[in-house]
């Protein structure tokens, strides 16, 4: 399995950015799916989760500003992020949890993160 993040960038504050993350390889049924961030010297933190029926969860940091959402037919989770802040500065992990085939409980998996970068 592999998840595939794009979408990260450069962007001003105030600014929106949308990333992406696709599930790929053996991918029987995709559960849970979400993004993580990690900032310079900070440890890695929930940022927003979306479960396979669509019920999300957010950081508070990041609520009313991101919004997750999934494409369970591409097995792709998305991030809009709106009136980005400089401390929004970090590397985004794309996160889920994946069965492999019907016989298999699902596993968790990371993708290999996407910078987004806030100037102020």
């Known amino acids: 399995v592999q998840l595939q993040a794009c979408g990260g960038g450069l962007v001003q504050a105030g600014g929106s950015l949308r990333l992406s993350c696709a599930a790929s390889?053996?991918?029987?049924?995709?559960?849970?799916m979400g993004w993580y961030r990690q900032a310079p010297g900070k440890q890695r933190e929930l940022v927003a989760t979306i479960s396979s029926s669509g019920s999300t969860n957010y950081a508070d940091s990041v609520k009313g500003r991101f919004t997750i959402s999934r494409d369970n037919a591409k097995n792709t989770v998305y991030l809009q992020m709106d009136s980005l802040k400089p401390e929004d500065t970090a590397v985004y992990y794309c996160?889920?949890?994946?069965?492999?085939?019907?016989?298999?409980?699902?596993?968790?998996?990371w993708g290999q993160g996407t910078l987004v970068t806030v100037s102020s």
């Open positions: 390889g053996s991918t029987f049924r995709v559960d849970r």
């Open positions: 996160n889920a949890d994946v069965a492999r085939t019907v016989l298999l409980t699902p596993r968790n998996y």
